[in-house]
């Protein structure tokens, strides 16, 4: 684990710290993404694109939506990690 990730989640710091002055922490842990750099090594597989991350980063700032949502690492991955 990152040590960001370690940091949001560590007590007394962090995620709940700034969260009682209305600031949320979270992360967005993205997986491999279609962008120009990496199409050209990558034949074959499954990649997110990055408008797919980018709707993963908006939905937790968003505070309609996510308004409860506080020191969570989202994986926007395809689902590598629960494989």
Known sequence: MKHELRY?????????????????INA??????DTPMVSDTIAKGELGTADEIAQAVLWPCSPGRAGFVIGVALPADGGYVAR
């Open 8 to 24: 949001m989640r560590a007590q007394g710091s962090g995620a709940l710290a700034y969260a009682s002055r209305g600031i949320r």
């Open 28 to 33: 967005v842990c993205p997986g491999t993404i």
